[in-house]
Nanobody, 123 residues
């Protein structure tokens, strides 16, 4: 059974930083893309960033480019999202997801999801 478990969310002041982790288990994600999505209050789930497990190609939403960094540690089967210069509009539940094959930018394309972790940025 494939599981994705996020951790690292919390409350932070604007301008601060947080690092989210996504621990994967159940199989080895060597041919997958892992992505982070977020869903703010009253909003649809939106793409944040993605990374290929094999080639380390990365992709970012324009709203987070230059502030967030996605990475992964294949030995630990874990992905990370380093978030810096956080803004109140970054407040959301952040979800880790994975899919086999090429990168995608819509939630429907991803097969596996974590339970989400809350990130709250105060002004």
């Amino acid at each position: 059974q494939v599981q994705l478990v996020e951790s690292g969310g919390g409350l932070v002041q604007a301008g601060g930083s947080l690092r989210l982790s996504c621990a994967a288990s159940g199989r080895t994600f060597t041919d997958d893309h892992m992505a982070w999505f977020r869903q703010g209050p009253g909003k649809e789930r939106e793409f944040v960033a993605a990374i290929s497990w094999r080639g380390a190609s990365t992709y970012y939403a324009n709203s987070v480019k230059g502030r967030f960094t996605i990475s992964r540690d294949n030995a630990k089967n874990t992905g990370y999202l380093q978030m810096s210069s956080l803004k109140p509009e970054d407040t959301a539940v952040y979800y880790c997801s994975a899919r086999y094959g090429i990168v995608a930018y819509t939630p429907a394309a991803y097969n596996y999801w974590g339970q989400g972790t809350q990130v709250t940025v105060s002004s």
